[in-house]
């Protein structure tokens, strides 16, 4: 190709360029005007639900009777066995008398009768034993002495003086006989051992202490293993713990002497029996209550 026409072509073309360069466009690119831009809606608060509208906390059963004597509440890892032994009582009275629909189940806050439905919870106490009546001990059957006067009397008799109020309760002056034959190896502290120790060897003999009625059989509290706990009357419980078998069964009455358990080691690192008495279900040491070896 000639070079002027190379020229003019080159020219042209320049021409062209510049053109387009130069040309308004139709539709001008849109431009973002951040000033424009609607304002963010303001989200309304959400209205706190109103006291009518808030779930009823219903309070636990019996809180109504919370602090009245006769009266306790349920604590956190309470047991209604533990309850009842801690009060003197059976622990089916207890959940009869709260119509315990079960027994197992019972809740922190939970307030329980602990004496019987009718009884003043403040004249639940123990009799004191009299320092100064002298109390005659002969069999139930006995009759009472005869004068041997043969006269009748000149003066017409007096009449028969009530008993004082401090005579001795039939609670107080029951006979008590040992558990086993082995000798204390461990004595009552009230902190750190509400009973006694006897070490032995598995199989020996548990006794019952005293006539009365064995109102729990079983290894539902902790730290006791297999348990029976006898009643004697409306004063004492006695309790047999780590039992490597039980002799008797719950509801059935027992004579002292009689045996009750084979001595074991259930949750206990040796062999042995723990013993305990209540006294209106409180720790009281056995032996001060236990007749002389």
């Not at 809180?63 to 801690?86: C, F, H, Q, S, W």
């Not at 123990?126 to 139930?140: C, F, G, Q, Y």
């Not at 019952?208 to 730290?223: H, I, K, M, N, T």
Request: proline share 12%.
């Amino acid at each position: 190709m000639p070079s002027s026409l190379r020229l003019l072509f080159t020219v042209i073309a320049t021409s062209l360029l510049l053109s387009a360069c130069t040309v308004t466009p139709r539709h001008p690119a849109p431009v973002e005007d951040r000033n424009s831009q609607p304002a963010t809606a303001a989200v309304a608060p959400v209205p706190a639900a109103s006291a009518a509208s808030a779930p009823e906390v219903k309070p636990p059963p019996g809180a109504e009777n919370a602090g009245k004597p006769g009266y306790y509440t349920v604590k956190p890892g309470d047991a209604l066995i533990r309850v009842a032994l801690d009060n003197g009582q059976s622990w089916r009275d207890v959940a009869k008398w709260n119509n315990l629909e079960n027994p197992n189940r019972i809740e922190v806050g939970q307030v329980l009768r602990v004496v019987p439905p009718g009884v003043d919870p403040s004249a639940v106490t123990a009799k004191p034993i009299a320092s100064a009546t002298k109390v005659e001990s002969r069999p139930l059957d006995a009759k009472p002495p005869v004068s041997s006067a043969s006269a009748p009397p000149s003066t017409p008799p007096a009449a028969p003086t009530p008993a004082p109020a401090t005579a001795a309760s039939e609670d107080d002056s029951m006979a008590w006989g040992w558990p086993v034959t082995q000798s204390i190896s461990a004595g009552f502290d009230e902190q750190r051992n509400k009973g006694l120790d006897f070490a032995g060897k598995p199989g020996d003999p548990v006794l019952a202490v005293a006539d009365g009625r064995v109102v729990y059989a079983g290894s539902g509290l902790r730290g006791y293993g297999n348990l029976v706990i006898i009643k004697h009357n409306n004063t004492y419980l006695t309790a047999y713990a780590h039992n490597r078998a039980m002799l008797v069964e719950q509801d059935q009455v027992v004579r002292k002497g009689q045996r009750i358990a084979e001595m074991g080691s259930t949750e206990s690192d040796t062999v042995k029996l723990h013993f305990e008495v209540r006294k209106l279900g409180k720790p009281v040491d056995p032996a001060k209550l236990l007749p002389p070896r």
